[in-house]
């Protein structure tokens, strides 16, 4: 059975970093798509950060591009998400998901919406204070 599994948010003031980490079980993470999520009070879950398994660049939503990195953990299945320079309105739960498949693309287009990612994680969350 997959199961995906986050730790690493907290309480932290603008300007700092935080690491999140993702652990997926019960598959092989390294031919999967496997990014992160967030979701802030009062809005829309949305895709962050996605790694596939192909030869594509890893995609990063446009307010977080230059602050928010992922790299892979020496353990196969373990997937980080460096944030630097966080803002208040970085502040939400994050989410780990994983597609049953190893594309994060669809027709050349990046696969966004949180229907197309089968397994979750039960969130981290992520609090940013001015």
């Known amino acids: 059975q997959v199961q995906v599994a986050e730790s690493g948010g907290g309480s932290v003031q603008a300007g700092r970093s935080l690491r999140l980490s993702c652990s997926v079980s019960g598959y092989d993470r390294g031919s999967q798509c496997v990014g992160w999520f967030r979701q802030a009070p009062g809005k829309e879950r949305e895709a962050v950060a996605l790694r596939g398994n192909d030869d594509v660049r890893d995609f990063y939503a446009d307010s977080v591009k230059g602050r928010f990195a992922l790299s892979q953990g020496s353990a196969e299945n373990t997937l980080y998400l460096q944030m630097n320079s966080l803002q208040p309105e970085d502040t939400a739960m994050y989410y780990c998901?994983?597609?049953?498949?190893?594309?994060?693309?669809?027709?050349?287009?990046?696969?966004?919406?949180?229907?197309?990612?089968?397994?979750w994680g039960q969130g981290t969350q992520v609090t940013v204070s001015s």
């Open positions: 998901a994983a597609r049953e498949y190893s594309n994060c693309r669809l027709r050349g287009r990046w696969v966004l919406r949180e229907t197309e990612y089968k397994y």
